[in-house]
C-alpha cells in the first residue's frame, strides 16, 4: 500500500508518522510546498519579541529525522497542483520547477490555512507581512533586525494580532491596530472585551475598531496607510492579521465535497466525500461537540488527533472523532483570554434558548496575597439545562480553570451538575467558591 500525503505540518506528519511507527511495510510519501515541517507556528510571536532567539527554534522535528528514523519519504519544496481521482494520482511541480506524478492508495490532504489578503492597493510591498508560516517568522525578525523599526500598523485584531501587539511593544515599537468592524473581539461579552481594551490601551495599544483600509502607499522608506475615517497613518511595517481561509483548492478543484467557510468536508473519521481521500488539520471542518452541527475551527489540537484519525482511516481500524468544542486560550499583555463552547451569539443561531450570566470573582482566596480579579462569562440552555460554553479574562487561574468548562462541554453536562462539581481548593489559587462555580450557581438562578 502506498499512503501519500499532501502537507507536512501537524496532520500530515502525525499521520504519517503513526503510519509507519504501526505498519513499517506501508510506503508513506509527504509532499511539503515549503521548506519546513514539524514547528510550532504558535511560539512565533514570542519568538519575534526576543531578538535573542531564532525562529529555528519553533522547529519539533527536522526533516532528515522523519526520513531516517522512520523512514518515511519526505519531500519539501514539492507542491501538489492536482488530483487525479479516477488515476489515483497526484501530480505538481518539484522545487527545481520540474513536474512529477505519484499515485497513491489512501491519500490524506493536510493543507493547512492561509492568510487572508484584502484585494487593495499596497498589500505587496515591502515591509507588509503576515504570519502563519515559519517562514513569514523569518521573514519578520530579519525585517527588525535589518532596521530600525519605530512604528507599525496590525490590521486585524484576532488572536494573532493581539499577540503581536505586545510582541512590538516588547521591543518598543509603537503600535496601531484597525479593522473594520466597530467591536474588539465581536465573539465576547461586552464587559469582558471591556477588560482586554483596558489591558491593551494601558500598554499604549492605539486601538482603532471601525476604520476599514483602503489602501497602502510606499513612499521614500515608508509606509502610508489610508483609511476611510481617519487621517493616514505612518509606518515602518504592516503586519495583516485580518484571519485565514482554508486551502481547500486542490481539493475543490479535484470535485470533493466542501464544508462551512469552504474547507474540506469530512467526517467523523475525517474522511472526505471520496472514500480513498481523507483531510485533516486547518483545511478540513469538523462536528461541534454542542451543536454536532459542521463548523471551521482551524486549532493545533484538533489537527494533530485528526492526523491520527486519518492514520487509523488508513491502517483498517477507523475511530470516529466527537467533534470539537473551539476551546482556545492567548495572552495579551499581563491578561489571559480563553474560552470553549459556544458564544452567545452562536448559541442563539443554534437555536438554544440562552440564558448568560456574568460574574467577577477573585484568583485567590480572601485576603491572600496577590490576588486579582477574573471575569466569568458563562451560558446556558433554559430548555434542557445544559451548559452552553464559557469565557474568562483575568490576570492569572484563566489558562487552565477553562478546560473544566471544556470537559462539561464535551461531555454534554447539564449547568446544575456543573455546579455540583468537586474543584480543588487551596488560598493561592482560588476562593472555596471556584468562579467558575460561582458563575454556574448564579446562572442557575437564571435558568
Known sequence: MHFLVIGGDAAGMSAASKVRRRRPDIQVTVLEQTLDVSYSACGMPYTIADPSRSIDELVVRRAQVFREKLGI???????????DRSGKRVTGTDAAGQPFAINYDQLLIATGASPCLPDLPGFQAEGVMVLKRLQDGRRIKEYLGSRPIKRAVILGMGYIGLEMAEALRRLDIEVSMLKPRAELLPWMDRQLAAVVQEELEANQVDLRPGCPVQKILQRSGELRVETEQTDPLMADMVLVATGIRPNSQLAEKAGLALGPAGSIAVDRAVRTSDPHIFA?????????????????IPLALRANRAGWAAADGVLGSPAELPGVAGTAVFKTFDLQVAKTGLSRAEAQAAGFEVRDVVIV????????????????????????????????VGREGVAHRINAVAVAVHSGMNLADFAQTDLAYAPPFGPVWDPLLTAANQLLKRL
Not at 73 to 83: K, P, Q, V
Open 361 to 392: 470573582s477573585s484568583s485567590r482566596a480572601h485576603a491572600h496575597p496577590g490576588s486579582s480579579q477574573i471575569h466569568v462569562h458563562m451560558l446556558g440552555d433554559a430548555v434542557s439545562g445544559r451548559l452552553l460554553g464559557a469565557e474568562m
Open 73 to 83: 519519504d519526505l519531500r519539501l519544496g514539492h507542491t501538489a497542483e492536482a488530483i
Open 280 to 296: 485533516a488539520g486547518d483545511c478540513a471542518d469538523a462536528y461541534h461537540c454542542v451543536t454536532g452541527q459542521k463548523t471551521w
